[in-house]
């Protein structure tokens, strides 16, 4: 009973994966996902690569962005989708590789058992994740700034990696278009009074995921973006 | 009066004229309507007399009535901007709507047509 295989129901639990311009790494992602893991939504960002077709022909239940409209509005298309689909329970993942799938077993179970409405992921409780330096700096600015604004005590702001239930999905409205959608998730569970739960998980850094992720000037363009969207909602 | 007021006073008097017929034709609301009248009319009074601009300066504590016009512009300058910012927010969330429905509609649409479903995969191997 204790085993969390036995209380994962994974036939009902969705994987959505935001992607944009993924092409190079989305298959190895469906695929490493798929044989534990069948319900794999990549919503493909209006991507000018072969994304789209490649999370297709790995098996991925593939939604399509027109055009561009940013992480978290893709985000919240795939919840709306998985939602319309019948999940049970959402989990976000990244289209980048650095998510090993091991880690998700891990992840649904405190919410699949009722122990919180969202687990996040944190590559700051344990040691398995080799944060490069600028990014470690970045990160831990990040938390120091969510825990001040929406008083949650986590460790880990934008990491891509959660689980959740659907009443939390149906709950929860992003409205931050782009990068900021991290931050407004985490205000919105604390102004919804969402229980939640870290839980550490491993994040590889690779060349294309390094390439992707964010820099000094992308966290300032998130800073902004943040405030703006706190400003005009 | 000189050509620029004589000008002056022509121009704010027609963009006048089109604001009232815009609110009678119901293409401005009332209000911002009501607003933009107000300017042309301060505008042509502002041509016609300058000396009234001063006026209005000193008893606001500028020396100037042209500093006063130019305070003023570059605030409605702002207004502007922050108005047509708000705008293209609107626009932008709505634009997110429609492009979500439709992503989602089409993914409905293909699975409904057997395109979609975890089925139709070409098989783990297949090439990126």
Known sequence: ???????????????????????????????????????????????????????????????RHAVNRGQGAALQTGFDYCLAAGARFLVTFDGDGQHPSEELERLVEPVAAGRCDIALGSRFLDAR?????????????????????????????HNGLRALTRDAAERLELRADRMAHASELLDQISSLGLSWAEVPVRVRYTRHSRAKGQRGLDALRVLVDYVLNRVFR | MNAF??????????????????????????????????????????????????????????????DLIFYLAILGMFVG????????????????????????????????????????????SAAD
């Not at chain 1, 959505?16 to 790494?25: K, L």
């Not at chain 2, 927010?89 to 699975?111: C, F, K, N, P, S």
Request: hydrophobic share 50%; charged share 20%.
């Open chain 1, 129 to 157: 994740s080799d944060v490069p330096a600028l990014r470690r700096l970045l990160l831990k600015a990040a938390v120091i700034f969510t825990r001040v604004v929406s008083g949650l005590r986590v460790t880990d702001t």
């Open chain 1, 1 to 63: 009973m204790n085993d969390p295989a036995t209380l994962v129901p994974r036939a009902s639990t969705f994987i959505v994966i935001p992607a944009y311009n993924e092409a190079p790494t989305i298959g190895a992602v469906v695929r490493d996902l798929l044989p534990g893991w069948p319900r794999v939504v990549v919503v493909d960002d209006g991507s000018t690569d072969r994304t789209a077709d490649t999370a297709a022909r790995a098996g991925a239940e593939v939604v």
């Open chain 2, 5 to 66: 007021q004589i000008l002056g006073i022509s121009l704010t008097g027609c963009f006048a004229l089109l604001t009232v017929l815009g609110v009678a034709r119901r293409r401005l609301r009332p209000v911002p309507g009501l607003a933009w009248a107000l300017l042309w009319v301060a505008a042509a009074v502002a041509i016609a007399r300058p000396e009234l601009t001063v006026i209005v300066a000193q008893s606001l504590g500028i020396v100037r009535g042209a």
């Open chain 2, 81 to 124: 901007f922050f108005l047509v910012y708000v705008r293209l927010r609107r626009l932008d969330e709505g634009l997110t709507q429609v492009v979500r429905r439709l992503a989602i509609a089409e993914a409905r649409h293909r699975i409904e047509a057997g395109g979609g479903e975890p089925a139709a995969r070409e098989g783990e």
